[in-house]
């Protein structure tokens, strides 16, 4: 059963961004940790046929293009999650994804003050033939949408860095509430 609209999004000054900004800036903080530990090898290394062939700057590159769309989408009222450039120097340098994810979390950072519930356009293609539809939204259903998106592609990545021994941090790949009811399972012990 879900809260009244004000319940969901919060009364007053806590109608802002901050409470889905906030927690995607820590999942950024986390990756941007995770992508200074890889050598420029093991980022753009194909991970093989259990990954179909993806790297891990790929789906760097994926998630922030993702953040990245938001994060316009809140100046300009509109958000394209399919136009993105592949083959970007994010998806090549862990050095360009790390810059990339500062950027970002500055950006999403200097959105939290924003009303939650304002207004934006989403364009998504919902088939291959390139025909976008125009559907109407809220910056925090995006937001949720992009945090959501961002930890599934971790949860991926995290599986890469795995299969190269390297250590990650535990929280890294899971999603909130995966880590909220690790957490009252402990508790109940």
């Not at 998504?124 to 930890?151: C, N």
């Amino acid at each position: 059963m879900f809260a009244p609209r004000d319940s969901v999004i919060g009364a007053g000054p806590e109608r802002t961004c901050d409470c889905l900004a906030a927690p995607l800036v820590e999942i950024l903080d986390e990756l941007r940790a995770v992508i200074r530990t890889l050598t420029d090898d093991e980022f753009t290394r194909p991970m093989g046929p259990l990954f179909l062939g993806a790297t891990i700057g790929g789906h760097v590159r994926h998630c922030l293009d993702h953040v990245r769309a938001v994060a316009d989408g809140c100046v300009r009222g509109a958000i394209d999650y399919d136009h993105r450039e592949r083959g970007t120097p994010v998806e090549r340098s862990p050095a360009a994804a790390s810059d990339e994810c500062a950027a970002l979390t500055a950006a999403l950072r200097a959105m939290s003050r924003t009303d939650a519930a304002r207004g934006v356009r989403v364009a998504v293609m919902p088939r291959r033939d390139g025909e976008p539809v125009e559907l109407r939204s809220t910056l925090a259903r995006e937001l949720a949408f992009v945090l959501s998106h961002t930890v599934h592609h971790n949860a991926m990545i995290r599986g890469m860095v795995t299969s190269l021994g390297r250590p990650l941090p535990g929280t890294f790949g899971f999603a909130p509430s995966t880590l909220a009811h690790r957490d009252a399972a402990a508790c109940a012990r």
